[in-house]
């Protein structure tokens, strides 16, 4: 079983930053790929970033390239979104979710049903 829990939402205006954080339980944090997701209104749920178990592979969504960076420092059992110039489009609630097989997978998983655990969300809103 693994529990995962975000803090560092809020409300911030447009050109801001927050640092999202998600604290994961499970003696075996190490060894998933982690990602985060968002979901606006009325909206379906939508890939953000996604690291690798080491630590060594990112990948990100086009739309926060250059703005947003995933980190985990793997001591810590928590994997960071520092989220920088932040646009009111980037309003909506973010999830952070493990995928426990990602060691064994090719390449980072950008597909939300591939995430097994997912955290209870924290909402994120930027104003104009």
């Known amino acids: 079983q693994v529990q995962l829990v975000e803090s560092g939402g809020g409300l911030v205006q447009a050109g801001g930053s927050l640092r999202l954080s998600c604290a994961a339980s499970?003696?075996?944090?190490?060894?998933?790929?982690m990602g985060w997701f968002r979901q606006a209104p009325g909206k379906e749920r939508e890939f953000v970033a996604a690291i690798s178990w080491s630590g060594g592979s990112t990948d990100y969504a086009d739309s926060v390239k250059g703005r947003f960076t995933i980190s985990r420092p793997n001591v810590k059992n928590t994997v960071y979104l520092q989220m920088n110039s932040l646009k009111p489009e980037d309003t909506a609630v973010y999830y952070c979710?493990?995928?426990?097989?990602?060691?064994?997978?090719?390449?980072?998983?950008?597909?939300?049903?591939?995430?097994?655990?997912w955290g209870q969300g924290t909402q994120v809103t930027v104003s104009s």
């Open positions: 499970g003696r075996t944090f190490s060894s998933y790929t």
């Open positions: 979710a493990a995928d426990v097989l990602g060691r064994h997978r090719q390449r980072l998983s950008l597909n939300r049903d591939e995430y097994a655990y």
